[in-house]
C-alpha cells in the first residue's frame, strides 16, 4: 500500500502521512466490511486511494491548470524504457503536477476511465483528458531527456 501512496505524492513523508491516516480510517470502519462485496485487499486498496485522492485535492487549487506547453507527439523506443530503473520511472511520475500526476495514476495505474476520474477528482471528463495527454506528453519528453543524457 506504501507504493500506492508513493504514486501520488511528491516525498515519502506525505506517502507515510496517508497511509497513516488510511490505516486509522480502515480500523475505525472495520466493522463496515463486507466480504461479499469485496476482498480485504480491494477494501483497503479503495480506502487508501481515497486518502490519497483527498491529499491530492487539499494540495492542488483545481482552477489553477498549468497549461503544458505544446508537444509534437513524441514516441518512445520500447527499449528505452526497459533500460530505466522502475525507481526512475516513479520518480518521473511524481515530478508531474499534482493534478496531472492524479489522473496518470488513476487511468494507467488503477484502471479507471474519465468519467470515474471526473467524478473523484470533481473535474470534467475533457479535463481529465487533457491531464492524462499532458502527463504523456511531458514524460515522454523527459524520458528521451534522460535518454540523450546517457548517450
Given at each position: 500500500?506504501?507504493?500506492?501512496?508513493?504514486?501520488?505524492?511528491?516525498?515519502?513523508?506525505?506517502?507515510?502521512?496517508?497511509?497513516?491516516?488510511?490505516?486509522?480510517?480502515?480500523?475505525?470502519?472495520?466493522?463496515?466490511?463486507?466480504?461479499?462485496?469485496?476482498?480485504?485487499?480491494?477494501?483497503?486498496?479503495?480506502?487508501?486511494?481515497?486518502?490519497?485522492?483527498?491529499?491530492?485535492?487539499s494540495k492542488y487549487n483545481?482552477?489553477?491548470?498549468?497549461k503544458l506547453e505544446e508537444?509534437?507527439?513524441?514516441?518512445?523506443?520500447?527499449?528505452?524504457?526497459?533500460?530505466?530503473?522502475?525507481?526512475?520511472?516513479?520518480?518521473?511520475?511524481?515530478?508531474?503536477?499534482?493534478?496531472?500526476?492524479?489522473?496518470?495514476?488513476?487511468?494507467?495505474?488503477?484502471?479507471?476511465?474519465?468519467?470515474?476520474?471526473?467524478?473523484?477528482?470533481?473535474?470534467?471528463?475533457?479535463?481529465?483528458?487533457?491531464?492524462?495527454?499532458?502527463?504523456?506528453?511531458?514524460?515522454?519528453?523527459?524520458?528521451?531527456q534522460k535518454e540523450n543524457?546517457?548517450?
Amino acid at each position: 500500500m506504501m507504493n500506492l501512496c508513493l504514486r501520488y505524492t511528491k516525498s515519502e513523508a506525505d506517502a507515510e502521512d496517508i497511509l497513516a491516516q488510511a490505516f486509522v480510517r480502515v480500523f475505525k470502519s472495520i466493522q463496515q466490511y463486507d466480504a461479499a462485496k469485496a476482498s480485504v485487499y480491494s477494501w483497503v486498496h479503495k480506502i487508501v486511494t481515497n486518502c490519497c485522492l483527498t491529499y491530492l485535492k487539499s494540495k492542488y487549487n483545481k482552477t489553477e491548470i498549468t497549461k503544458l506547453e505544446e508537444a509534437e507527439e513524441l514516441l518512445l523506443e520500447p527499449e528505452v524504457i526497459t533500460k530505466m530503473s522502475s525507481e526512475a520511472i516513479i520518480n518521473l511520475v511524481r515530478n508531474l503536477p499534482a493534478a496531472t500526476q492524479a489522473v496518470f495514476n488513476l487511468y494507467i495505474v488503477e484502471g479507471y476511465d474519465h468519467k470515474e476520474i471526473a467524478a473523484l477528482l470533481q473535474i470534467s471528463e475533457g479535463t481529465s483528458r487533457w491531464h492524462l495527454n499532458a502527463a504523456r506528453k511531458k514524460l515522454q519528453a523527459e524520458i528521451l531527456q534522460k535518454e540523450n543524457k546517457i548517450y
